[in-house]
T-cell receptor
Framework: EAGVAQSPRYKIIEKRQSVAFWCNPI?????LYWYQQILGQGPKLLIQ????????DSQLPKDRFSAERLKGVDSTLKIQPAKLEDSAVYLC??????????????FGPGTRLTVL | DAKTTQPPSMDCAEGRAANLPCNHS???????VYWYRQIHSQGPQYIIH???NNETNEMASLIITEDRKSSTLILPHATLRDTAVYYC???????????????FGDGTTLTVKP
């Protein structure tokens, strides 16, 4: 089966600019996650969707980050305006979410963002 | 959510078993232990998970202590391609949403040497 798709793979912007990342989860997966991974650290959950509803966005910097999952399939994560400290890899993951035994997350390759 | 503690780095000789420990002393009864690994420049990859019984699949074995406060991931015959960062996480299942929460730490960097 096809895996989680993300685009673009790389993005370089200047601070105060805007940027958007796109994620297409595995077909049939109800739960979608966005993570931020700073170099040398583990992934940090930014937001979690169950279908098109938000389950957890407690660590999303809402003054500059936004995410949506229209129609419960694809998702977009936006940063506006970007700061230097937003330089990181942004990972998207999805899971079937039928319960804990089917909650294995499958990750995409990530988008590497560099803010200059 | 329970936190996990892992050593920052480990070495292993190629062909030998790699045993990666994880401490999760505050784990709750409904939390599963999951292991993922991340090879350089790729997204994390699922390895194995368990609740209280030992588990084995084609990639690895997971040994969970009886009190569930720690676990060990075993790669029985490590190869150079197993060099990666290994993450142990505990995952809460929210019964109302059937969606789990998880927190990744900084993991263990395993280096397999020839």
């Amino acid at each position: 089966e096809a895996g989680v798709a993300q685009s673009p793979r790389y993005k370089i912007i200047e601070k105060r600019q805007s940027v958007a990342f796109w994620c297409n989860p595995i077909s049939g997966h109800a739960t979608l996650y966005w993570y931020q991974q700073i170099l040398g650290q583990g992934p940090k959950l930014l937001i979690q969707f169950q279908n098109n509803g938000v389950v957890d966005d407690s660590q999303l910097p809402k003054d500059r980050f936004s995410a949506e999952r229209l129609k419960g399939v694809d998702s977009t994560l936006k940063i506006q305006p970007a700061k230097l400290e937003d330089s990181a890899v942004y990972l998207c993951a999805s899971s079937l979410a039928g319960g804990p035994t089917t909650d294995t997350q499958y990750f995409g390759p990530g988008t590497r963002l560099t803010v200059l | 959510d329970a936190k996990t503690t892992q050593p920052p780095s480990m070495d292993c000789a190629e062909g030998r078993a790699a045993n990666l420990p994880c401490n999760h002393s505050t784990i709750s009864g409904n939390e599963y232990v999951y292991w993922y690994r991340q090879i350089h420049s790729q997204g994390p990859q699922y390895i194995i998970h368990g609740l209280k019984n030992n588990e084995t699949n084609e990639m690895a074995s997971l040994i969970i202590t009886e009190d569930r406060k720690s676990s060990t991931l075993i790669l029985p015959h490590a190869t150079l391609r197993d060099t990666a960062v290994y993450y142990c996480i505990v995952r809460v299942a929210h019964l109302l949403t059937n969606a789990g929460k998880s927190t990744f730490g900084d993991g263990t960097t395993l280096t397999v040497k020839p």
